[in-house]
């Protein structure tokens, strides 16, 4: 039976991309092949992958490309995943019989990397394809068989493209694929100084160069600083990849928990090679700031951005990062639970600022609010009287309380913690709601 080919919708598509010829291959094998020469072609930066649904891209074998943003219709997805996981299983016997020694030949390393980035796009929690990948990329580094160092770039290139592509593309797992995360984190310890010499030659437009940058080494004439250069080969594209990551999923706490091994990363390799640990914490805590403040609701952003301000061990840096998050949620009035859990676990924590100035931010913060409920009483009279007695009971839901409520209710809370009280989670009802069991 002949099956139908794949074919290519796209004003931006480039003729020199292969298409699959028109014979009776079956329907499967069109499509992965076609994919896989999509996928293998000379792109310029990630992809923006999308899968397309049959109800809103009714032709399922025209592949929509416009210039890095690549629509993948949902069934020919489906038919290139059948025949990649059928000549991967296929093949799986053998490489356990024979070891790494099959990955000798370029035709088999290059087929199980075709079969594995195929998989995984379909499916990211498949855990055999990321570890077989794993053990190609480990065979790089066998004395054996000593592949030379264009290789190992070239491959190690691609393997940080397809994890950028996989997760920053609007795919509906991929960015919160916890496979994923772990193999970018393996990648990161295993091959940390492949990976940076592979993204400084990017970042300087060169070709392989010293991982190690002495203060006077130079680059078209202009003097190397290596903490700048470090930030932008390293930390800087990670760092807007979990951005990118935490956009297309909130609460995305295989990233962020990506994002500490990241850091730590930066500190011990900063301390080996004397670079300007101090600078390139700041600028980390800025980027994630932003980041955070255009996010209020991501808990697990937040989570990260508390974790990162305490290991900046600066006072200065952390009385600025708090100052400036505070004043904005004061002053844009902002509710979100993630945002005031930061606030009020720095200021009842001993490990950020000193006593003094959290005490003298707790003090203004409650002059502002009599201030303000002072406001409130002139204008609502007796209600606004009324409102303000309700706050003899420290037990009711701040859910359910105007926006003075919210910040009485930390206060309190914060006021709890200094005096060492135990005292229930800041949402739970009065303890005449509890339920007593019997």
């Given at each position: 039976?002949?099956?139908?080919?794949?074919?290519?919708?796209?004003?931006?598509?480039?003729?020199?991309?292969?298409?699959?010829?028109?014979?009776?291959?079956?329907?499967?094998?069109?499509?992965?092949?076609?994919?896989?020469?999509?996928?293998?072609?000379?792109?310029?930066?990630?992809?923006?992958?999308?899968?397309?649904?049959?109800?809103?891209?009714?032709?399922?074998?025209?592949?929509?490309?416009?210039?890095?943003?690549?629509?993948?219709?949902?069934?020919?997805?489906?038919?290139?995943?059948?025949?990649?996981?059928?000549?991967?299983?296929?093949?799986?016997?053998?490489?356990?019989?024979?070891?790494?020694?099959?990955?000798?030949?370029?035709?088999?390393?290059?087929?199980?990397?075709?079969?594995?980035?195929?998989?995984?796009?379909?499916?990211?929690?498949?855990?055999?394809?990321?570890?077989?990948?794993?053990?190609?990329?480990?065979?790089?580094?066998d004395p054996s068989f000593s592949p030379a160092g264009s290789v190992i770039d070239e491959i190690i290139r691609k393997e940080l493209w397809l994890l950028d592509s996989l997760q920053t593309s609007p795919l509906p797992k991929h960015t919160k694929s916890s496979v994923l995360w772990q193999h970018r984190r393996w990648l990161l310890d295993e091959f940390l100084?492949?990976?940076?010499?592979?993204?400084?030659?990017?970042?300087?437009?060169?070709?392989?160069?010293?991982?190690?940058?002495?203060?006077?080494?130079?680059?078209?004439?202009?003097?190397?600083?290596?903490?700048?250069?470090?930030?932008?080969?390293?930390?800087?594209?990670?760092?807007?990849?979990?951005?990118?990551?935490?956009?297309?999923?909130?609460?995305?706490?295989?990233?962020?928990?990506?994002?500490?091994?990241?850091?730590e990363v930066m500190i011990d390799y900063s301390d080996e090679n004397d670079l300007d640990l101090p600078r390139l914490m700041s600028t980390s805590v800025d980027l994630v700031q932003d980041w955070c403040l255009s996010h209020l609701s991501d808990t697990s952003g937040w989570t990260f951005f508390l974790w990162l301000v305490g290991q900046t061990r600066d006072?200065?840096?952390?009385?600025?990062?708090?100052?400036?998050?505070?004043?904005?949620?004061?002053?844009?009035?902002?509710?979100?639970?993630?945002?005031?859990?930061?606030?009020?676990?720095?200021?009842?924590?001993?490990?950020?600022?000193?006593?003094?100035?959290?005490?003298?931010?707790?003090?203004?913060?409650?002059?502002?609010?009599?201030?303000?409920?002072?406001?409130?009483?002139?204008?609502?009279?007796?209600?606004?009287?009324?409102?303000?007695?309700?706050?003899?009971?420290?037990?009711?839901?701040?859910?359910?309380?105007?926006?003075?409520?919210?910040?009485?209710?930390?206060?309190?809370?914060?006021?709890?913690?200094?005096?060492?009280?135990?005292?229930?989670?800041?949402?739970?009802?009065?303890?005449?709601?509890?339920?007593?069991?019997?």
């Amino acid at each position: 039976m002949t099956s139908k080919s794949p074919s290519v919708s796209s004003r931006s598509y480039s003729p020199s991309r292969a298409h699959p010829p028109d014979d009776d291959r079956s329907a499967e094998q069109a499509a992965y092949e076609y994919l896989v020469n999509v996928l293998n072609a000379s792109w310029h930066g990630h992809l923006e992958v999308e899968v397309l649904s049959p109800d809103l891209h009714p032709d399922q074998f025209a592949i929509r490309i416009i210039e890095n943003a690549v629509g993948i219709p949902q069934t020919l997805l489906l038919l290139a995943f059948q025949y990649a996981r059928l000549l991967f299983l296929s093949g799986l016997p053998q490489a356990r019989s024979h070891g790494l020694d099959r990955w000798d030949d370029f035709q088999v390393r290059a087929h199980t990397m075709s079969c594995t980035q195929i998989i995984l796009l379909f499916d990211p929690t498949h855990v055999t394809a990321a570890n077989t990948r794993k053990r190609l990329l480990r065979w790089l580094f066998d004395p054996s068989f000593s592949p030379a160092g264009s290789v190992i770039d070239e491959i190690i290139r691609k393997e940080l493209w397809l994890l950028d592509s996989l997760q920053t593309s609007p795919l509906p797992k991929h960015t919160k694929s916890s496979v994923l995360w772990q193999h970018r984190r393996w990648l990161l310890d295993e091959f940390l100084e492949w990976v940076m010499d592979v993204q400084r030659a990017d970042v300087l437009g060169s070709k392989r160069m010293s991982i190690l940058l002495a203060p006077n080494d130079t680059f078209g004439g202009n003097p190397i600083d290596p903490t700048e250069i470090f930030w932008r080969s390293l930390i800087e594209p990670e760092l807007k990849v979990i951005a990118t990551s935490g956009e297309r999923h909130r609460l995305n706490y295989h990233g962020w928990d990506f994002a500490r091994r990241l850091i730590e990363v930066m500190i011990d390799y900063s301390d080996e090679n004397d670079l300007d640990l101090p600078r390139l914490m700041s600028t980390s805590v800025d980027l994630v700031q932003d980041w955070c403040l255009s996010h209020l609701s991501d808990t697990s952003g937040w989570t990260f951005f508390l974790w990162l301000v305490g290991q900046t061990r600066d006072e200065n840096l952390m009385t600025r990062c708090f100052v400036s998050v505070g004043n904005l949620v004061v002053s844009y009035r902002y509710r979100q639970e993630p945002v005031w859990i930061f606030i009020r676990t720095i200021l009842a924590s001993e490990d950020f600022l000193s006593a003094e100035f959290r005490a003298t931010f707790v003090g203004e913060l409650s002059g502002w609010l009599e201030q303000e409920l002072e406001i409130k009483k002139k204008i609502e009279g007796e209600r606004a009287q009324a409102w303000q007695e309700r706050h003899d009971d420290a037990g009711l839901r701040l859910q359910e309380m105007p926006y003075f409520d919210l910040v009485m209710g930390h206060l309190k809370w914060i006021k709890h913690r200094w005096q060492g009280r135990v005292r229930p989670a800041l949402f739970d009802p009065p303890p005449d709601q509890h339920t007593t069991r019997v």
